[in-house]
């Protein structure tokens, strides 16, 4: 049983290319803001989106060895649709919402200063458009490269 896990390609192609994503999260927050993050290797939302790097990879992966035309494709292709506007759409809102909650809070501190400490909301929940389109292509290479190239 070990040995069948540990050689599916479908799935260690995918749990890749959600790990580069991951990890190419920190190496843009070093090159871009001259900051060594490396917590954020745990952190959802950002560029690009490994959750549709996860997905995209999979989905490709399946319909480059069993067909386009194939069952399996099409459920991991419509898991994967229904992350990525999970992603977009949903966490995303949240995420703008924390924000503004954030700011009220802010600002509710000012005025009452003593006895009110809040916890502030995770913000960076979701994704861009952008984001989810680069996490995705990422994800589409990935398979790519483990189905079609080694």
């Known amino acids: 049983m070990l040995t069948e896990l540990f050689s599916n390609r479908w799935l260690w192609t995918a749990v890749m290319?959600?790990?580069?994503?991951?990890?190419?999260?920190?190496?843009?927050?070093?090159?871009?803001e001259r900051r060594w993050r490396p917590e954020v290797v745990m952190e959802t939302g950002g560029m690009p989106s490994s959750h549709s790097a996860m997905v995209a990879a999979l989905s490709t992966g399946l319909g480059l060895t069993e067909g386009w035309d194939s069952p399996l494709f099409a459920a991991a292709a419509t898991f994967a649709l229904i992350v990525m506007y999970d992603a977009t759409g949903v966490r995303h809102s949240s995420g703008v919402q924390a924000k503004l909650l954030n700011e009220l809070l802010g600002e509710l501190q000012a005025v009452f200063r003593e006895g009110f400490a809040p916890i502030p909301l995770k913000v960076l929940l979701g994704h861009t458009y952008l984001e989810m389109v680069i996490g995705a292509s990422m994800g589409v290479l990935a398979a790519w490269l483990a189905f079609r190239v080694l």
């Open 17 to 32: 290319a959600s790990t580069s994503a991951q990890v190419l999260k920190v190496l843009l927050i070093l090159l871009l």
